[in-house]
Structure formats: C-alpha cells, structure tokens
Nanobody
Framework: QVQLVESGGGLVQAGGSLRLSCAAS????????MRWFRQAPGKERELVAA???????NYADSVKGRFTISRDSAKNMVYLQMNSLKPEDTAVYYC????????WGQGTQVTVSS
C-alpha cells in the first residue's frame, strides 16, 4: 500500500532553518505531483509548496523566498527546505502525493519560537 512518512520536524528559534523529508513507497513516485501542506491549531490546512512530476514548483505567497521544495525520484523522496522561519510557520506539516487520487502522510510538527 501507499505510504508517505514525514520526518525532520522539531523546535527551532525564529530565523532558523529546518529540512523536512517525505519518504514515499508503494507508488510510481515519478508520476505523482508532490505537495507540502500545513495546519496550525484552529486553522484550515493550507498548501505550502508543490512540485509537479516534471519538477515545476509553486509556493504559497507566505513562504516564497524562504522555502524550497525538491524531489529525488531515484530515492522516492520529497523535501522542504525551510529558512528564515517565523513563529507563524508553526504547524503540523503534511506530505501529499497526487495523481488519480491523493495520499497523505501522518504529519510532522514544526514549532518556531520567538
């Protein structure tokens, strides 16, 4: 079955960096668009960054210039490099894989202290 496993979350001070990883298995990774979402307490889940099967990237305005999404199809991995973190980036971050349907990971907590 399809599995998406996120890692790399944690506690960081404002201005710091984290790199999230998502390991995908059970799917033809190269055909899937991959996305990172986040959900803060009391808020709706929001799209943070996306990368198509061909490598085209898109970002939420709130993270442009600070976050970078990338993928390694040889390793079935997708990454989210997060720099210049702000307290408002605090959320649970989810990896998602989309083709004919969308699969979700279990999420990883990112906490940015001021």
């Amino acid at each position: 079955q399809v599995q998406l496993v996120e890692s790399g979350g944690g506690l960081v001070q404002a201005g710091g960096s984290l790199r999230l990883s998502c390991a995908a298995s059970g799917l033809t990774f190269s055909t899937y668009a991959m996305r990172w979402f986040r959900q803060a307490p009391g808020k709706e889940r929001e799209l943070v960054a996306a990368i198509s099967s061909g490598g085209t990237t898109n970002y939420a305005d709130s993270v442009k210039g600070r976050f970078t999404i990338s993928r390694d199809s040889a390793k079935n991995m997708v990454y989210l490099q997060m720099n210049s973190l702000k307290p408002e980036d605090t959320a649970v971050y989810y990896c998602a894989a989309s083709y004919s349907r969308t699969y979700w990971g279990q999420g990883t907590q990112v906490t940015v202290s001021s």
